[in-house]
């Protein structure tokens, strides 16, 4: 960066370090000799793995806490030196934003606002553009706690936005979020980048995101792989990237599960019926390549196809994730469905929050249950595993009728919650203690089991640190390892990859394609719709309703022409919600009586 360029520039770190110490005494060095540069009006992203630092990098630009060593300056103000002078100019969202759940939109605004000194004019002049761009404005009186994941973000964003900062921090803004709701939320940051000339670093899982920003810092446990304009990192695939399809007797999951086992492929992922994957080195004749019996076709890289070249390079060379085993068989008689949801119906007094749903799912199936926010799906799971009784329908599970017995249910299921339900103050070992007594499993089976999870997961080096203390990745595994460690035959999973990043994304369908192939049923919700493809089938729902169900391929053909290309999941998500919604804000206004 030159003296020009420097004189612009709203945050410029050299060489910051910073390290913890863990309560087991272990030191962790979360940045290492990080440098990087923020000019005025840009949208910058910090991609990378859990553990790579970007929540630690952003916290010491919020002045949340100082660095070890290096430097930090924050709209000129050295950030460990004065962080009062730079809280007092910037707005920061964190990963878990501070709302008052039993305050209404405008009590959270106002509270924000009375904590920044903004006066009654300002408010007067501030709030109904903050409404205007959230899309709140007919909420203002709502508890903040009955708003949908997707609004309470927006709700975050202006409380955040409330006192006009000249820099924002975004620590994850999207994680957990709906397509729909995430779309909404980028709209607003680029209108705030691109109108109000207001400068945005933000950090991210989602790699496509990544695209849309004019500087992306690639990190990687604790140094800053490449920064720049995000099409150099993409650039690294070019001649790398290919498409193929699967061969007649494999799904594309396992396609993709065979080909992540290859020392020559650094990525797979399953993409609109084929499998999408990057190899470790360019190939002499990229259009003549043929893998496990199946032709290949380049494709032209994406930015996500270059971040995985750039961690394959900083790493030592991945071992293969190879299969988890079961250690006993999943017998199940008879052949008609495993799960099977007829006319289902939930209501919360006069709130109907599933609306006679009907479903079914066969031994070994994957099955998706997509929706927005607050569409009804981890109602349904709660159903479906004997946590909340059913309003009206039936549901069985393993051929038992959830209705009447659902504490003998249970001990075939497996249920990983949309926020895992683990024991922040007990260790990782004492997690899986807790859970392996609840399943009833005692002496010699308990131990042989506890030692399975800690080894099949990777979590043996981290037994002894607390449930509360681990990455957000290793939280991931050590929630399934809790829900298998009973050997379930059906197992739900309720938006278990939220948050994590590509790496663990990858790690954690490789297991889930092996599990399926030895006759676990799984039922998952996602917000990430690519992962959709891993699915046999999958059923969109909205507002307690399911609005299409069918195989991926036959969900994408709902997406029409509209797109103008092939369309994704996401694509074909966003139409079927989208159409529904306006049929249903038709049908009430129009006149009673009307044909």
Same mark, same amino acid.
């Given at each position: 960066?030159?003296?020009?360029?420097?004189?612009?520039?709203?945050?410029?770190?050299?060489?910051?370090?910073?390290?913890?110490?863990?309560?087991?005494?272990?030191?962790?060095?979360?940045?290492?000799?990080?440098?990087?540069?923020?000019?005025?009006?840009?949208?910058?992203?910090? &991609?990378?793995?859990?553990?790579?630092?970007?929540?630690?990098?952003?916290?010491?630009?919020?002045?949340?806490?100082? /660095?070890?060593?290096?430097?930090?300056?924050?709209?000129?103000?050295?950030?460990?030196?004065?962080?009062?002078?730079?809280?007092?100019?910037?707005?920061?969202?964190?990963?878990?934003?501070?709302?008052?759940?039993?305050?209404?939109?405008?009590?959270?605004?106002?509270?924000?606002?009375?904590?920044?000194?903004?006066?009654?004019?300002?408010?007067?002049?501030?709030?109904?553009?903050?409404?205007?761009?959230?899309?709140?404005?007919?909420?203002?009186?709502?508890?903040?706690?009955?708003?949908?994941?997707?609004?309470?973000?927006?709700?975050?964003?202006?409380?955040?936005?409330?006192?006009?900062?000249?820099? +924002?921090?975004l620590d994850e803004p999207t994680v957990g979020v709906d397509p729909l709701s995430r779309r909404e939320l980028w709209e607003i940051i680029l209108r705030l980048v691109? *109108?109000?000339?207001?400068?945005?670093?933000?950090?991210?899982?989602?790699?496509?995101?990544?695209?849309?920003?004019?500087?992306?810092?690639?990190?990687?446990?604790? *140094?800053?792989?490449?920064?720049?304009?995000?099409?150099?990192?993409?650039?690294?695939?070019?001649?790398?990237?290919?498409?193929?399809?699967?061969?007649?007797?494999?799904?594309?999951?396992?396609?993709?599960? @065979?080909?992540?086992?290859?020392?020559?492929?650094?990525?797979?992922?399953?993409?609109?019926?084929?499998?999408?994957?990057?190899?470790?080195?360019?190939?002499?004749?990229?259009?003549?390549?043929?893998? #496990?019996?199946?032709?290949?076709?380049?494709?032209?890289?994406?930015?996500?196809?270059?971040?995985?070249?750039?961690?394959?390079?900083?790493?030592?060379?991945?071992?293969?994730?190879?299969?988890? /085993?079961?250690?006993?068989?999943?017998? &199940?008689?008879?052949?008609?469905?495993? &799960?099977?949801?007829?006319?289902?119906?939930?209501?919360?007094?006069?709130?109907?929050?599933?609306?006679?749903?009907?479903?079914?799912?066969?031994?070994?199936?994957?099955?998706?249950?997509?929706?927005?926010?607050?569409?009804?799906?981890?109602?349904?799971?709660?159903?479906?595993?004997?946590? +909340?009784?059913?309003?009206?329908?039936?549901?069985?599970?393993?051929?038992?009728?959830?209705?009447?017995?659902?504490?003998?249910?249970?001990?075939?299921? @497996?249920?990983?919650?949309?926020?895992?339900?683990?024991? @922040?103050?007990?260790?990782?070992?004492?997690?899986?203690?807790?859970?392996?007594?609840?399943?009833?499993?005692? @002496?010699?089976?308990?131990?042989?089991?506890? #030692?399975?999870?800690?080894?099949?997961?990777?979590?043996?080096?981290?037994?002894?640190?607390?449930?509360?203390?681990?990455?957000?990745?290793?939280?991931?595994?050590?929630?399934?390892?809790?829900?298998?460690?009973?050997?379930?035959?059906?197992?739900?999973?309720?938006?278990?990859?939220?948050?994590?990043?590509?790496?663990?994304?990858?790690?954690?369908?490789?297991?889930?394609?092996?599990?399926?192939?030895?006759?676990?049923? &799984?039922?998952?919700?996602?917000?990430?719709?690519?992962?959709?493809?891993?699915? #046999?089938?999958?059923?969109?729902?909205? /507002?307690?309703?399911?609005?299409?169900?069918?195989?991926?391929?036959?969900?994408?053909?709902?997406?029409?022409?509209?797109?103008?290309?092939?369309?994704?999941?996401?694509?074909?998500?966003?139409?079927?919600?989208?159409?529904?919604?306006?049929?249903?804000?038709?049908?009430?206004?129009?006149?009673?009586?009307?044909?």
């Amino acid at each position: 960066m030159n003296d020009a360029q420097k004189s612009t520039a709203v945050l410029v770190g050299r060489n910051i370090r910073k390290s913890f110490r863990r309560e087991t005494g272990e030191w962790v060095l979360a940045l290492d000799g990080v440098s990087l540069d923020v000019a005025r009006g840009t949208l910058a992203a910090l &991609v990378g793995p859990d553990g790579a630092g970007k929540t630690t990098l952003i916290r010491l630009a919020a002045g949340l806490m100082s /660095a070890d060593a290096g430097e930090l300056t924050v709209l000129g103000v050295n950030a460990a030196a004065e962080p009062q002078q730079v809280q007092d100019r910037i707005g920061y969202m964190p990963q878990k934003f501070g709302l008052y759940e039993d305050l209404t939109v405008k009590e959270n605004l106002d509270l924000y606002a009375d904590m920044h000194g903004v006066g009654s004019d300002e408010r007067r002049a501030r709030y109904p553009r903050l409404m205007e761009m959230t899309a709140l404005g007919p909420f203002t009186e709502r508890l903040a706690g009955q708003l949908s994941g997707g609004m309470k973000q927006k709700l975050g964003l202006a409380c955040t936005l409330v006192r006009a900062p000249e820099l +924002l921090l975004l620590d994850e803004p999207t994680v957990g979020v709906d397509p729909l709701s995430r779309r909404e939320l980028w709209e607003i940051i680029l209108r705030l980048v691109d *109108k109000q000339g207001l400068t945005v670093l933000l950090s991210t899982s989602y790699l496509d995101e990544a695209e849309r920003c004019g500087n992306v810092i690639v990190m990687h446990q604790g *140094k800053a792989l490449a920064q720049g304009d995000p099409h150099a990192v993409q650039r690294l695939a070019e001649g790398r990237t290919f498409l193929a399809g699967p061969p007649a007797d494999r799904k594309a999951r396992e396609f993709q599960a @065979g080909l992540l086992d290859r020392p020559d492929v650094i990525d797979a992922v399953p993409e609109g019926g084929r499998v999408r994957f990057v190899l470790a080195g360019e190939v002499s004749t990229p259009d003549e390549i043929t893998f #496990d019996g199946a032709p290949a076709s380049p494709e032209s890289p994406r930015f996500e196809d270059g971040f995985m070249i750039l961690l394959h390079r900083s790493s030592a060379p991945r071992a293969a994730l190879g299969a988890m /085993a079961q250690e006993r068989s999943i017998e &199940v008689p008879g052949n008609g469905p495993i &799960v099977q949801v007829r006319d289902l119906v939930r209501q919360f007094g006069a709130f109907i929050a599933v609306d006679r749903i009907s479903f079914d799912v066969r031994r070994g199936e994957i099955f998706g249950l997509l929706g927005p926010n607050g569409a009804g799906k981890t109602t349904t799971f709660r159903m479906l595993c004997g946590l +909340l009784p059913a309003t009206g329908g039936t549901l069985h599970v393993g051929g038992v009728d959830l209705r009447r017995a659902r504490a003998s249910a249970r001990q075939r299921i @497996g249920y990983v919650a949309q926020k895992f339900s683990l024991y @922040g103050q007990l260790t990782v070992t004492e997690n899986l203690q807790f859970f392996a007594s609840a399943y009833n499993l005692r @002496g010699r089976r308990k131990r042989d089991r506890i #030692d399975w999870a800690l080894r099949h997961f990777d979590l043996a080096p981290l037994a002894d640190l607390d449930g509360a203390d681990l990455p957000g990745g290793f939280k991931q595994r050590l929630a399934m390892a809790a829900a298998l460690l009973h050997e379930p035959e059906t197992l739900f999973l309720d938006e278990p990859t939220s948050g994590a990043d590509p790496l663990a994304r990858r790690e954690f369908w490789r297991r889930i394609t092996a599990l399926s192939a030895q006759g676990v049923t &799984v039922v998952i919700t996602t917000h990430f719709m690519e992962e959709a493809e891993y699915c #046999d089938r999958v059923a969109i729902m909205d /507002a307690g309703r399911v609005l299409a169900q069918g195989t991926p391929a036959e969900i994408r053909r709902l997406a029409g022409a509209e797109w103008g290309r092939s369309p994704t999941m996401e694509d074909a998500f966003i139409t079927v919600v989208e159409r529904a919604r306006r049929r249903e804000s038709a049908e009430r206004a129009a006149p009673r009586g009307a044909a």
